[in-house]
Structures are given as C-alpha cells and as structure tokens.
C-alpha cells in the first residue's frame, strides 16, 4: 500500500510529465513566443517551474542550489524566471526542469512528511512549513501552471490533452459543432 508521501510524489511526477509533454512537437518559436499580455509563454513556464522547485525543496531545507538562479542578481527582473534567454535551448531549459526533479528527491529520500523546512521568501509567520505542506503547495502549483500551459498549447495549435497516452479528450467528438453551440449561447448575452 503506498504512503501519502508516494501519493503526493506520483502526483507531482505525473504533472510534471504532462507539462514537459506541452512542449513536444512546438516549434521552438511557439515554446518561446508570448501568448497572454503578461508575455506568458510555454518554456518559461518550464523554466519558472523549475527554479520554483529548487526553491521549495532544495533551499528550503538547507541544501545549496546546484545552479545560479535569476533571483541571485539584485539587478535581474523579478519575472526573468518566466523568460527563456536567447542563451537558453528547450534542451537547457527541460535539463534544468530534470535536475530539478533529481535534486528534489535528495530531499525526499530519507524525510517524512513532517520534515521541518524554512521557505525564506514566505511571510514570517508562514514560514516554517513541512516538506508535506510544500509537497501539496508543489502539486498544486505545478498543476496550476499545466493548466495554463494546457489553453496555450491548444491556442498554438490545437494540441491538447494530458499526456501521450491518455488525452482526456475524445478525438470522435464533434467539437467543431460544440464549439458553435458554446458561441451561439454566448452570443445571446452581448
């Protein structure tokens, strides 16, 4: 039988599997170009998830980051986790997001849900937290972000779905008549 602890893991692992998903078959123009006016894009999503990870599981329980990180710069933006550099490759990118996942379960190995962390960037009243607290903020967070990138991929090219194997959408669907039926009821209410 697994533990909450295996839960909480298979449930960030499998998220984080579809949001690396979001990338495949995108032109590296598409991974990288804005696609809201806040310039929300599919790599940076990537890339934010990956910095946030490091954060949470790696600096928050005392361990040194492995990477320099955009916030080590008093003068970076404060979104410059949010941008893919033109130094930085998908290959770059989806590295840093792997390392992330491999330095996160150093932290896992050998700490139970209640292990004590410290997230220093958190309001100090809120600031000692457990790795189970930050597991349940992670799976949310990073889940949070899929769906983003989940509406993205499908406005750059009408890929959708969860994963490879299990799209969650039925491809005999006439979403072609469902989407003039959502439009027709919509259009009532201008």
């Not at 954060?55 to 933006?77: E, I």
């Not at 009408?158 to 003039?180: E, I, K």
Request: charged share 30%; hydrophobic share 35%; glycine share 6%.
């Amino acid at each position: 039988m697994q533990t909450q602890k295996d839960v909480l893991l298979d449930y960030l692992q499998t998220i984080r599997e579809s949001v690396l998903w979001k990338l495949d078959g995108a032109s590296d123009y598409d991974v990288r170009r804005p696609l809201t006016p806040t310039g929300t894009n599919l790599l940076g999503v990537v890339k934010h998830l990956a910095y946030v990870e490091l954060g949470y599981f790696v600096s928050s329980f005392g361990r040194d980051l492995p990477v320099a990180t955009p916030f080590d710069d008093p003068d970076a933006d404060p979104h410059d986790d949010l941008v893919a550099t033109g130094n930085e490759s998908r290959d770059d990118i989806v590295a840093l997001y792997r390392l992330a996942w491999a330095e996160s379960a150093r932290t896992f190995d050998g700490r139970d849900l209640d292990a004590p962390g410290e997230v220093p960037w958190w309001p100090p009243e809120r600031r000692r937290v457990t790795l189970g607290r930050l597991l349940v903020h992670m799976v949310a967070e990073t889940n949070r972000h899929a769906g983003q990138m989940d509406i993205l991929r499908e406005g750059v090219d009408g890929a959708v779905g969860r994963r490879p194997d299990n799209s969650n959408v039925p491809d005999d669907y006439d979403w072609a008549r469902h989407l003039a039926r959502v439009q027709e009821t919509a259009d009532k209410f201008r």
